[in-house]
């Protein structure tokens, strides 16, 4: 094998501890004054709690432009609602991918007043050709998911992109075309899986250790690895099962100016959307 064309582990970070929305709890790993951005993600965050003072106050209706949200379920229901007519109740391993595109309002509440609520929330960037498209929502139950089972027990619950025996993900992105994987990996065995050579790939471990690249570099739980450009990605357990997400894509390379809840390509463009908004032209 080819060592100079393989991903090495090249940054690894816990996050920030951070609340949101009207006072959730979490962990803000990408968007945070550490790791402001990882082209083309602009925010990853962690939540997971069973305590409901943690949760229950949740997302109210807030806009949204320029970017697309991700919602993955690890545990518990959360309900999305917005001004498109969108409405639904993502629950455990379940997706809504929303395309803000050129507005929209929305909230995500939690359904469920006890128990666990765990989940992610990733942006990722649009294109500056796309960023006025019309808003689009996507939401996948677990049972439409499609898992990709391997004869040492390992799995791939397959969000978006496909995987090196061909499993292709629910989600249609044709904008940055994401990978975007659920992977259980058994105690001993390895995650292999090419992608371009280009794209920004980065690994959150759920539960337990791996080991990444050539290198054997050690990633812990509760981690993110940053991964070095090179078209091979190569993930160990280490010494029991784990579970980790794998992210990738090829960075846009374009300007990014933020505001809030939007995300454009100029300042000018920031001051327009908060216009519009204000003007109910969302």
Known sequence: MNTLN?????YSTPGIATSDGAGVNMT????????????PFLLLDAFGSDKPNDYLAGFPEHPH???????YMLAGKMRHKDNA???GVIEQHGVQWMTAGKGILHSEMPEQEQGLLAGFQLWVNLPK??????PKYQEYTEAAIPVERHDNGSFIRVIAGKTELGTQGVINNEYVKPTYFDVTLKQGETFNQT????????????????????????????????????????????????????????PLNEPVARGGPFVMNTNEEITQAFADFRANRF
Do not use: C, H, W
């Open 65 to 71: 432009r320029g970017f697309e949200t991700v919602t």
């Open 129 to 134: 050709a796309n960023k006025m498209t019309e």
């Open 195 to 250: 992608v371009n050579e280009l794209d920004n790939s980065m690994i959150y471990m759920i539960s337990g250790d791996a080991e990444i690249g050539s290198n054997l570099a050690p990633l812990t739980e509760k981690q993110l690895g940053i991964l070095t450009k090179g078209a091979q990605v190569i993930i160990k357990s280490k010494g029991k099962d784990i579970r980790f997400l794998f992210i990738s894509a090829t």
């Open 85 to 87: 007519g969108n409405e």
């Open 6 to 10: 393989i991903k090495e582990l090249q």
């Open 28 to 39: 803000r790993i990408i968007g945070s004054p550490e790791l402001n951005m990882l082209d």
